[in-house]
């Protein structure tokens, strides 16, 4: 089964910086690409960003040059380092397996002054 524990989100104010984490288990990981997912209050739930399992990755224009996602087989975790952050980035934040349908419990992120 495979399992998602998001962590490392918190309050911050207009420009600063937040470090996400999310462990993985059940699954094989390294051979799996993963994403970050966002969903803001009153909106669909949306694609952050990508890593495959070579390390190739991709972002959402909103996010592209502010945000880095990377990986870490060996322990298994999937990070996203969040810059710039602004009222806009205020959301729950996902990791998922593209190859499986869990979610995890999400993590807050609340960019305020």
């Known amino acids: 089964q495979v399992q998602l524990v998001e962590s490392g989100g918190g309050l911050v104010q207009p420009g600063g910086s937040l470090r996400l984490s999310c462990a993985a288990s059940?699954?094989?990981?390294?051979?799996?690409?993963m994403a970050w997912y966002r969903q803001a209050p009153g909106k669909q739930r949306e694609l952050v960003a990508s890593?495959?399992?070579?390390?190739?990755?991709n972002y959402a224009e909103s996010v592209r040059g502010r945000f880095t996602i990377s990986r870490d087989n060996a322990k298994k975790t999937v990070y996203l380092q969040m810059n710039s952050l602004n009222p806009e980035d205020t959301a729950v934040y996902y990791c998922?397996?593209?190859?499986?349908?869990?979610w995890g419990q999400g993590t807050q992120v609340t960019v305020s002054s």
């Open positions: 890593i495959s399992s070579l390390g190739m990755t």
């Open positions: 998922k397996a593209f190859s499986y349908d869990s």
């Open positions: 059940g699954m094989i990981f390294r051979l799996n690409s």
